[in-house]
């Protein structure tokens, strides 16, 4: 099965200031047909994951524009330029290049 | 509006089969396939298998051996899951997600099911 890394596990940050989180897989991601298949959820508290970013770097419909997703291969970054108090819970990402799909270890987010 | 609902929480003994319902609503059941998601408490999210709406194909994660099925329902506007053996790791909380194809995220969840394993 593919593991994916996430790190930090955790991070506190104040509203208005930037967050980076890095998923490093196992192995690439990267598919024949050029789409890296790799995903972002966020799970707020007490809600059910939603989805951010898909293929590595598409924003989801309805979701703002300071969180982007880059990277390719096996190494990728969920980046808010902007962090707002809404933001804050567990952020996954999650590979479908492969069954089984598997997440990562989750990321918390804070807000100091 | 696109929505899945699931069913309410169950409580097992061990050794018990479980089913959680998902029913969706707001769009075409046929045109979209369904991934089961759980998550034990403390723990990462878990993907289990999905069903291919249209043609009801299925692809299960080798780790629960032939104790999880899913089929989606005669009517063609929800889906189940079906697992069976229950043991404690099994307590969990249950979704379904729906995914529109292979290069889509799973972008509508429901609202997740509890499934407690207990003597």
């Known amino acids: 099965d593919i593991v994916l890394t996430q790190s930090p596990l955790s991070l506190s940050v104040t509203p208005g200031e930037a967050a980076s989180i890095s998923c490093r897989s196992s192995?690439?991601?990267?598919?024949?047909?050029?789409?890296?298949?790799l995903d972002w959820y966020l799970q707020k508290p007490g809600q059910s994951p939603q989805l951010l970013i898909y293929l590595g770097s598409n924003r989801a419909s309805g979701v703002p524009d300071r969180f982007s997703g880059s990277g390719s291969g096996a190494v990728f970054t969920l980046k808010i330029s902007r962090v707002q108090a809404e933001d804050l819970g567990i952020y996954y990402c999650m590979q479908a290049l492969q069954t089984p799909h598997t997440f990562g270890q989750g990321t918390k987010l804070e807000i100091k | 509006q696109v929505q899945l609902v699931q069913s309410g929480a169950e409580v097992k003994k061990p050794g018990a089969s479980v089913r959680v319902v998902c029913t969706a609503s707001g769009y075409v059941f046929t045109n979209y396939a369904m991934h089961w998601v759980r998550q034990a408490p403390g723990q990462r999210l878990e993907w289990m298998g999905w069903?291919?709406?249209?043609?009801?194909?299925?692809y299960y994660s080798q780790r629960f051996q032939g104790r999880l099925t899913i089929a989606r329902d005669a009517s063609a506007t929800a889906a189940h899951m079906d697992l069976s053996g229950l043991r404690s790791e099994d307590t969990a909380v249950y979704y379904c997600?729906?995914?529109?194809?292979?290069?889509?995220?799973?972008?509508?969840w429901g609202q997740g099911t509890t499934v407690t394993v207990s003597s």
């Open positions: 997600a729906r995914k529109p194809s292979l290069n889509d995220g799973l972008d509508v």
């Open positions: 192995q690439s991601l990267l598919h024949s047909n050029g789409y890296n298949y």
């Open positions: 069903i291919n709406g249209h043609n009801g194909d299925t």
